[in-house]
């Protein structure tokens, strides 16, 4: 059975703050990806990472930085956390095919 | 313009109504299209896939795209309480990297 997993379900942080997301995939997937998830506005991807070391920005980098030291795991990193940060955070992981799978997700509020 | 435009909903139905759901695109190269679903506090999974034009059916689900109205439709047949979840629908002209997805249409099947 596939998996996604995601470091916390939940998290609140003060405004300013460093904030991590850690994701781990365990289908040996060379894609991983960054998703934010607000209504209204659907699923906004943030960075993807198509290999080990490798990243691209999405749509919305500003304010997000990535990290990909292994295969399996892909962190997300807020340098400094601000309120419009507040979200759903979605992480997904892909091989060659179109299908994403996607973790839990972590809501994050950011105080 | 959004890329892509779902109706949010939420839509409410009695038990064993036919559902559709529906969404619209603006990009002509979009090729692959995709049907997730996404229940309360969990990842959205994938449930039907479609390449170019067509229908697609799996059990109580059909899948269909009208490109030339750029227009793409769920229906789900004898709906069930266990569908109540939200839809989104993805598509992508080929860069399964690059996703573009719609907001989501939250539905509700009353037993």
């Known amino acids: 059975d596939v998996k996604v997993t995601q470091s916390s379900r939940y998290l609140v942080k003060r405004t300013g703050e460093k904030v991590f997301l850690e994701c781990v995939q365990d289908?040996?997937?060379?894609?991983m990806f960054w998703y934010r998830q607000d209504p209204g506005l659907g699923l906004r991807l943030i960075y993807f990472s198509y290999d080990v070391k490798m990243k691209e920005k999405g749509d919305i980098p500003e304010g997000y930085s990535v990290s990909r030291e292994k295969k399996e795991r892909f962190s997300l990193i807020l340098e400094s956390a601000s309120t419009n940060q507040t979200s759903m955070y979605l992480c997904?992981?892909?091989?060659?095919?179109?299908?994403?799978?996607f973790g839990p997700g972590t809501r994050l509020t950011v105080l | 313009q959004k890329e892509v435009e779902q109706d949010p909903g939420p839509l409410s139905v009695p038990e064993g109504a036919i559902v559709s759901l529906n969404c619209t695109y603006s990009n002509s190269a979009f090729q692959y299209f995709m049907w997730y679903r996404q229940y309360s506090r969990k990842g959205p999974e994938l449930l039907m896939y479609?390449?170019?034009?067509g229908n697609k059916e799996d059990g109580r689900f059909t899948a269909q795209v009208d490109k030339s109205s750029k227009y793409i439709s769920l229906f789900i047949r004898d709906s069930q309480p266990s569908d109540s979840a939200t839809y989104l629908c993805?598509?992508?002209?080929?860069?399964?990297?690059?996703?573009?997805f719609g907001s989501g249409t939250k539905l509700n099947v009353k037993p």
């Open positions: 479609t390449y170019s034009s």
């Open positions: 997904a992981s892909r091989r060659t095919s179109h299908e994403q799978f």
């Open positions: 993805a598509m992508s002209a080929g860069n399964f990297n690059k996703f573009y």
């Open positions: 289908m040996d997937h060379e894609n």
